[in-house]
């Protein structure tokens, strides 16, 4: 970098240091949070910055044209911002109904809404001043939930890369349709009961050392396919389905911690749990048809073709997979004992 440009990169960057503590108050953003209280009945807490309790941002929320004040407009000041708190009455109650913010458009600031429900679900959002509107759902219906769940269910499998080295390791090894069908579903039986234990709070098992040894279930099946390649059989070909029941149980616990992420609607948890599940299992059963697809696939190119196969070439996929999840096995240990 020349010298001129050392100098104009030092003058912008003690400009922007200059700026910053001018500009952080206007760019903070307002926080409205409305807590319901019965079917039409509204807590709502305004907070705003503000130099005092009498110089704020002339921002304000405006409540649908229903709307009552019950309990009369309180105000403090603390920390540069003044907090509003009042009750409202809103006929009908908010759902489907729109929160404007007439004057967002010419401040410098953006509004958080957090609307929490008598049910115990929540909505919340961001309001831009390009936008400067704020429509309140209703709670999610059990199909929303089914299909909300079922789509994080899918995602979360397919994006799981160490659950499907596993199920790899097993189509890999596993012959015959029917000892592969057994296979799959003991271990989508086993993974099944322990999400259901773990995220109702039967069982509670520290996340970090259920992955590590997750990603030593991956080592251990890696280390059978060569094994079984080098004719000593071990016990996951012998049986199999004991072998992917008993690591199906670590896996579960690995979809509970994702799911304790997520979280579960409150009054659906059991909804919401199920197509979870189901969700997984669309994502698993995806998955080994693309794996089975591909390995038609490979047989008919090579019996159409004659392309010769090398014989070290069954030696790659297992070596990836224990390769893998050895690193994965060490980082792991070393992130939940350093």
């Not at 967002?104 to 679900?121: F, I, N, P, Y």
């Not at 979809?255 to 948890?269: H, K, N």
Request: proline residues 6%; hydrophobic residues 55%.
């Amino acid at each position: 970098m020349s010298l001129g440009r050392q100098r104009l990169g030092l003058a912008l960057l003690l400009a922007l240091a200059t700026a910053a503590p001018a500009l952080a108050d206007d760019f903070r953003p307002a926080y409205l949070q409305l807590r319901q209280v019965d079917a039409e009945t509204y807590d709502v807490l305004w907070k705003v910055p503000a130099l005092d309790e009498a110089t704020t941002l002339k921002v304000r929320p405006a409540l649908p044209a229903q709307s009552e004040v019950v309990v009369p407009m309180r105000t403090s000041f603390a920390a540069g911002a003044a907090v509003q708190t009042w009750r409202v009455k809103v006929d009908g109650g908010l759902a489907g109904k729109a929160i404007e913010f007439p004057d967002l458009g010419v401040s410098r600031v953006d509004v958080l809404v957090r609307v929490e429900r008598a049910d115990g679900t929540t909505q919340t959002g961001r309001v831009l001043r390009h936008e400067p509107r704020f429509v309140v759902t209703a709670s999610p219906g059990a199909f929303e939930v089914a299909r909300s769940y079922t789509r994080l269910g899918i995602e979360h499998i397919l994006l799981g890369v160490d659950h499907l080295l596993f199920v790899l390791a097993l189509l890999i090894l596993v012959k015959g349709a029917a000892r592969l069908i057994a296979t799959i579903t003991a271990f989508t039986l086993a993974h099944s009961l322990t999400l259901f234990a773990a995220t109702l709070g039967w069982v509670n098992i520290p996340g970090s050392p259920v992955e590590a040894v997750i990603a030593l279930s991956i080592v251990f099946v890696a280390g059978e396919i060569v094994r079984a390649r080098q004719g000593r059989p071990g016990l996951t070909q012998r049986y199999p389905w004991i072998v992917a029941f008993t690591f199906g149980l670590l896996h579960g616990l690995g979809f509970a911690g994702a799911l304790a992420e997520v979280g579960l609607p409150p009054l659906s948890i059991p909804l919401a749990l199920l197509f979870f599940n189901v969700g997984v299992e669309i994502g698993q059963l995806m998955f080994i048809a693309a794996v089975l697809a591909v390995i038609a696939a490979g047989g008919w190119m090579g019996r159409t073709w004659r392309l010769p196969v090398p014989r070290w070439l069954w030696r790659v996929p297992p070596y990836a997979i224990g390769g893998v999840a050895g690193f994965w096995v060490v980082e792991r240990i070393a992130a939940f004992t350093g």
